[in-house]
């Protein structure tokens, strides 16, 4: 399976990724999928409006870029960049409109070139300008209140670099992931990282020892990079490594100013500091990704030391409340993919896995039953992935040949296969998920067990029974009615 | 100056917009972290109009829910 199908316009090559967001503009706009909203617009709400306006449209919101916003004329604010199926196919070098299976496995064929190279540079372009004195965030970067009783102004599309204090000179084990940041004061900011996140084993190592845990924040990250920040890797992966993989060439980084971490070189923006170790301040509400606000929390602080962009620097932001988001296409996909490969590893009966549905609490598996019983051992494997553990509480599992990104299919099948009283499992008492508020006490939760598959023997099988077949000529059809309706559309 | 959200008298102005422009200023609660624009909506600006659920007025900030627990100090060697 493959097909890229983008060209670069300056270079003729073939492109799989996009080295910085800048290079990836000129591709979202000659689709389609970049809108410029050039006249003076209010932070909130209008640029709210936007950010819940684009982030809606699942199959092909645009990108928006915004540099006229009031107060902060000049610079640039870019929402949306991965809000869509149409733009993460065109951030992975495929036709705006590929089916989200098959970029699914496009991308996960290109998964198996894991480890890519990663480069180091010097004088990289995220260093052109430097602060270190008289930090002030407020001014620095075009601030919005996302959602309107948010407790402040959130990085929602922050890139967060950490390193093991105990085991500093492991590279992979150097993590990076998206987590919330609240800005509090000038050169402050708040941070939501759970025990069960990767960074969270890095915060209880330093503060088990009593140290700051130098971090490095990264927003307008290269769109791979974002992508894998929001993935859910194992702990000893690294996510610059699957960059380099995906993208067909090594991921640019650079050291740092303040710290030994290693941060993409074609960011826009990083904000370097630290942890500070043992203390909690209060934190939140943020509209979530269950589509609620999260409650006020006592959560971890960090101070920042220096902010270094790029020349004319660009700001990334994205919509998190109600589904459907960008949160939930980023994230969607690459937790998909990820669990998938963690589940084939064992399981390779497993053909297909969605969990774009608020970030996986409940994910749908497609898997060959390779015996009675067998789905049902699929769902104990997934609830035993580290983000399965406490993110997938409703697990349902559909036959190899049922697309899980099909709403139709997924539902015919819970509506033709599912006999409750031997299909349906409940696990009482299991991890779950803070942020989701049917978790109580947060943190706490349950699994719930569909099994939609076909049965095989020994476990009885269904009455026999013939399927209606696909029909071949409905290809050729079905191309003659696009082109119609495409026709249709230009003439009016 | 009261903050919107907690009542505290610890606010203070960390913000003018940066353009020169005189739009809005930003500030900022020491006391609970809340932080807001000037110019925002009235529904978000004016503690009467704002949800009760989303206030903190009297609240014991002291005792909020901790998600990643402070772990035990542990003791190196030397």
Known sequence: MKVLEEVDATTGKEVQGYKDLRTLLPALEANGQLLRVTKDISPEPGVRGYLRAASAMENDGPAVMFNNVVGYRGKQLLINTHGS??????????????????????????????????????????????????????????????????????????????????????????????????????????????????????????????????????????????????????????????????????????????????????????????????????????????????????QNRIKITAVTHRTNPIMETLYIGRPWTEHDCIDGLATSITLYKQLRQTMPEVTALNATFNHGLTVIIATKNRFGGFAKSVAFRLASTPHGVSYAKNIILVDHDVDPFNFTAVMTALSTRVRADKDVAIITNTPGMPLDPSSEPPGMGNKLIIDATTPAPPDAVLREVRMVDPVPSAKEAEVIIRKFQEEFLKKK | MKCIRCDDDGVRQVAKAPDGSNAWEVFYCEHCNFSWRSSEEPEVLTPEKRPAFFQLKGVDLTNLLQPCPIPPLKVTEG
């Open chain 1, 85 to 298: 199926w149409a733009n993460l196919a065109l951030i992975f070098g495929r036709k705006r409109q590929t089916p989200v299976q098959d970029l699914f496995y496009d991308l996960s064929d290109r998964w198996d070139r894991y480890p890519g190279e990663v480069k180091w540079v010097k004088n990289a372009p995220c260093q052109e300008h430097v602060i270190k004195e008289n930090i002030n965030l407020y001014d620095i970067l075009p601030l919005v209140r996302i959602n309107p009783f948010d407790a402040g102004f959130f990085l929602s599309k922050a890139s967060v670099i950490s390193r093991d204090v105990t085991d500093p000179d492991t590279f992979d084990t150097q993590n990076i992931g998206m987590y919330r940041i609240q800005v509090q004061g000038p050169d402050t900011v708040g941070l939501q990282a759970l025990p069960f996140h990767d960074m969270g084993i890095h915060l209880k190592r330093a503060e088990e020892l009593n140290k700051p845990l130098p971090v490095a924040i990264c927003l307008g990250a290269p769109p791979t990079v974002s992508f894998f920040a929001s993935s859910c890797l194992a702990y000893d992966e690294s996510e610059y490594k699957f960059v380099g993989a995906l993208n067909g060439e090594p991921l640019e980084v650079t050291k740092a100013l303040t710290t030994d971490l290693d941060v993409p070189a074609y960011s826009e923006y990083v904000l370097e500091g630290y942890v500070i170790p043992r203390q909690r301040f209060p934190e939140g509400p943020f509209g979530e990704f269950p589509g609620s606000y999260s409650g006020v929390r006592a």
